[in-house]
């Protein structure tokens, strides 16, 4: 016992914790647990440049946690699994939602974090049984609306981890020109784990470890064009503008459980192809960009000039969503994706939400990782 103590008594001088005695390190990390637990940012406003620390990555301003907005009674429900964007908010997963149609999902984007997003809205949402829309066989269509890093970085969960608890389905994503190409690399990148799952001790039959790409490319124009029907959805495809991507998608699900039509935008600024897939649809899920407070942004370029510029051509300004709004007559707006910029010592977190609405768009909301629409 007593060799023991000594070598303790050695290890801790070795190491350092001699600095403070065990009770000053108690109380110091009882003030640590407080602030997270309170959600006190650590990062001070004078550091709000870099993206790690930009104010709307701040979880204290979180205002709820996830609810149920979609109609009673309706077969046909949209869950938003991930609101986030390439800005590293530890609090919202990365671009992803799901149709969900007579208990069958049809998944729209594919953002950072999509496996645990899955399982997030599992534990929140209480509305429905997601255990049972979440089945393992059913884990099979993907709609990507482009190629941007921050929509597809999930694929690999998408694809490869599923298949960890169990044979389901192959997987079938569509998208823009390039994802045949994206997901025969990953495919090939994860050749060694899906073989090891497959072949080794699990022994699993290869059924549901692989995905093709299906391109919506080339002959997608303004009026749409159906890329997908089966007994649930049909889905249509319009071409979209965001930055300087050449082929970028909005997606018009219509459910025929109950008739209901959702558009989803992805990213982009406004296009006549958006404002027709939105036509007259009950909800478009679709990103927004604060233009009072761009100037805060932490891209886009130097002067408040330039960024307007440079982030107008990538992304939603209200006058933007505006335009949208008024030629399609959509009836309810559900933002996602949405780009705070905000004042550091004046964070508001409804702010992009008031400047749409101060834009004259009724009806528009919010969405936090797991609503259900
Ligand atoms: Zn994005
Ligand atoms: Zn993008």
Known sequence: MKKVLLTLVILFATIGIS?????DNLKKGAATTKQNY???????????????TTPGNWPVFETRGPIDRSPKNSASKVLVMGTGDPTPNPFRYGPAMAVIVNDYPYFVDCGEGWWRALAHSTLTQDAIDLTKVFALPNLKYMFLTHLHEDHT?????????????????????????????????????????????????LGYPPVGSTAVGVPVWPETTVKGRKIFEDDNVLVEAFPSKHGFLEHTYAYRFTAKSDGRVFAFGGDGTYSPGLAAAAKN??????????????????????????????????????????????ESRVKNIVMVHVQNYNSPDNFDRLGVLNEMIDEGINNILLAQDGDLY
């Open 281 to 326: 649809a009950d909800i478009l899920f679709v990103e927004g960009i604060t233009r009072k407070n761009v100037k805060y942004a932490t891209w886009g370029g130097d002067t408040e000039e330039e960024k307007v510029r440079v982030i107008g051509a990538y992304h939603m300004f209200p006058e933007r969503l505006k335009q949208v709004y008024d």
């Open 19 to 23: 600095a403070g005695t065990w009770e």
């Open 38 to 52: 309170l959600n006190v940012p650590f990062a001070k406003p004078e550091q709000w440049k870099t993206p790690y």
């Open 153 to 201: 970085v999930g694929l690999p969960s998408f694809i490869n981890n599923p298949y960890k608890f169990g044979p389901g389905a192959d997987k079938k994503v569509f998208g823009p020109e390039g994802v045949d190409e994206m997901i025969s690399h990953i495919n090939a990148a994860w050749r060694l784990d899906r073989h090891e799952v497959a072949q080794g001790s």
